[in-house]
Nanobody, 116 residues
Framework: QVQLVESGGGLVQPGGSLRLSCASSGIAFSIYAMGWYRQAPGKQRELVASITRDDITNYADFVKGRFTVSRDNAKNTVTLEMNSLKPEDTAVYYC??????????WGQGTQVTVSS
């Protein structure tokens, strides 16, 4: 059974930092491209950052220079370091694992709220 479990969300003040983690099981983690997406109320889910099996990273323009995605194949985890958080970063953040053949899996999401 495939499981992606996100953790690390919470309430943080503007300018603060959070570290999200996604622990996976039931997949051959090292061959999957991993991504972080977010969905704010009333908005579509959008890509935040991704990292390929070869550690090539990609970031949405709105997080470049503030967020960093990394993976640990030995621990089957992917991490999103979020710095200089803004109120507009408030959303549910989802972990995604995409197989080279195209199918993907989603976590249940973790809430990030940036507010003073």
């Amino acid at each position: 059974q495939v499981q992606l479990v996100e953790s690390g969300g919470g309430l943080v003040q503007p300018g603060g930092s959070l570290r999200l983690s996604c622990a996976s099981s039931g997949i051959a983690f090292s061959i999957y491209a991993m991504g972080w997406y977010r969905q704010a109320p009333g908005k579509q889910r959008e890509l935040v950052a991704s990292i390929t099996r070869d550690d090539i990273t990609n970031y949405a323009d709105f997080v470049k220079g503030r967020f960093t995605v990394s993976r640990d194949n030995a621990k089957n985890t992917v991490t999103l370091e979020m710095n200089s958080l803004k109120p507009e970063d408030t959303a549910v953040y989802y972990c995604n694992a995409r197989h080279p053949y195209g199918h993907s899996h989603w976590g249940q999401g973790t809430q990030v709220t940036v507010s003073s």
